[in-house]
């Protein structure tokens, strides 16, 4: 199960509330806030793995796919690289991934 932050934006773990989950306002805010400088260039940013299920421990990474749809994925790639958000998250294109990982992704 995903959820949205931010319309199009990623999709994170949460509260649930009538059987759906609801995003923890910090972690929505912490992501969009480190991915502002990408959001104009994406269609979505999901966060998956251990986050989006609750299985994560202090030693889990966040796992961030970033759907890149019809622009230019290395172009997305180089952006990401440059503004140093790699050491916080485990960052994944949504294009680039083999079939079994676009399965888990959504």
Same mark, same amino acid.
Not at 65 to 86: P, S
């Given at each position: 199960?995903?959820? #949205? /932050?931010?319309?199009?934006?990623?999709?994170?773990?949460?509260?649930?509330?009538?059987? !759906? #989950?609801?995003?923890? !306002? @910090?972690? $929505? #805010?912490?992501? @969009?806030?480190?991915?502002? &400088?990408? $959001?104009?260039?994406?269609?979505?940013?999901?966060?998956?793995? @251990?986050?989006? %299920?609750?299985? *994560?421990?202090?030693?889990?990474?966040?796992?961030?796919?970033?759907?890149?749809?019809? #622009?230019? /994925? $290395? =172009?997305? &790639?180089?952006? &990401?690289?440059? !503004?140093?958000?790699? =050491?916080?998250? %485990?960052? $994944?294109? &949504? !294009?680039?991934?083999?079939? *079994?990982?676009?399965? =888990?992704?959504?």
């Amino acid at each position: 199960m995903l959820s #949205r /932050v931010c319309g199009s934006f990623a999709i994170i773990p949460g509260i649930w509330l009538n059987g !759906e #989950r609801m995003v923890e !306002e @910090s972690l $929505k #805010r912490q992501i @969009s806030k480190d991915f502002d &400088f990408l $959001k104009s260039h994406l269609q979505g940013i999901l966060l998956f793995g @251990s986050y989006n %299920d609750d299985s *994560y421990t202090i030693c889990s990474d966040m796992v961030i796919c970033l759907v890149a749809g019809t #622009r230019n /994925v $290395k =172009e997305i &790639f180089n952006m &990401f690289l440059v !503004e140093n958000v790699t =050491e916080k998250y %485990d960052i $994944k294109i &949504f !294009e680039t991934l083999p079939l *079994y990982m676009k399965e =888990e992704v959504i």
